[in-house]
């Protein structure tokens, strides 16, 4: 490591504080010369109010592709945040978020990508990739002989 950039982290406004000025992770990451992402991010430390700051900016759509409008000035902006948050801690999903209330049981066993209260953002496009190409893996393979599918109870 430089002299120059030990010095950096032993100021006030150092790049592990920047993380919550919006300066992008990799910017960091180059500043303090780490090897990989996941020691800059070992470092990162992010407040509330930018991780609100990126939710509130993120498109947001439902099952139809129709965006989810979402006020961060309306009178009931801290509710509907205090909500997501919640709902993150509460129903974690691979590729997205359940919107349905807290207080409320989900008919829909393991049918998030059809159920009306889904939400998801751009950051898990890698995960609907990856789950799109599993899918059509199953689709070209289920129809092999001694590939027969199994239910108990209902479908």
């Not at 030990?6 to 300066?23: C, E």
């Not at 990989?36 to 139809?64: F, G, L, N």
């Not at 059809?114 to 990856?130: K, Y």
């Amino acid at each position: 490591m430089s002299k120059s950039t030990n010095s950096i982290r032993h100021h006030r406004t150092t790049p592990f504080t920047s993380f919550n000025r919006d300066v992008p992770q990799e910017v960091v990451r180059r500043i303090l010369d780490h090897d990989s992402p996941q020691m800059t991010a070992h470092y990162a430390r992010m407040h509330d109010t930018t991780v609100r700051r990126a939710w509130e900016a993120a498109r947001k759509v439902d099952i139809t592709g129709r965006t989810v409008v979402f006020d961060p000035d309306g009178p009931l902006s801290d509710a509907v945040w205090a909500k997501q948050r919640l709902a993150q801690a509460t129903q974690a999903l691979p590729n997205g978020y359940c919107g349905l209330p807290v207080q409320q049981s989900c008919p829909h066993a393991n049918a998030c990508l059809t159920c009306p209260m889904f939400l998801t953002t751009p950051e898990f496009l890698p995960q609907h990739r990856t789950q799109r190409q599993q899918t059509l893996e199953l689709i070209t393979t289920a129809p092999q002989p001694h590939r027969n599918r199994i239910t108990i109870g209902p479908c």
